[in-house]
């Protein structure tokens, strides 16, 4: 397993809470903070998939989290393990799950919302699945 740190120069925008949580020769396994882009965008280049650059030599995009989401990402490392994770989300095969606070009170104690994240996206169809659960 290759032992990477996070480097010691960072922007304003770049802390260092960008950290590898696991690194092997086929993945990085990393925590990606809220505010930053996954992968670069038009105008903002600045991403958690940038700052895997600059650590390892070869890295490629398995997903992506919206900017605001914190959260681990995982990246390939070569070109096989890149096919490899596109094949284990296409198929379903990697399990995700969203936690969220919120505030207010609600009739149960626990349950399942499943309506879409976003109502007026046209694009938006899929519901997304969130678990209740009283604290």
């Known amino acids: ?45 600045e991403s958690l998939y940038s700052v895997m650059q600059i650590q390892f030599d070869e890295v490629h995009v ?28 296409r198929e379903g095969l990697i399990e995700k799950a969203y936690e969220a606070l919120g505030y207010g009170s609600c009739e149960e104690s626990h349950g399942e919302i499943n309506l879409p994240l976003i109502a007026e996206n046209p694009l938006v169809t899929a519901g997304t699945q969130c678990h209740l659960q009283s604290l």
């Open 1 to 45: 397993m290759d032992t990477h740190t996070t480097p010691s120069h960072y922007t304003s925008t770049t802390p260092p809470n960008n950290e590898v949580i696991f690194a092997d020769d086929d993945i990085i396994v990393a925590n990606k903070r809220p505010s930053l882009l996954s992968v670069p965008g038009k105008t903002v280049k």
């Open 62 to 89: 398995a997903h992506r989290l919206d900017c605001e989401t914190s959260g681990i990402m995982v990246f390939a490392r070569n070109k096989a393990s890149e096919r490899e994770l596109h094949r284990q989300f």
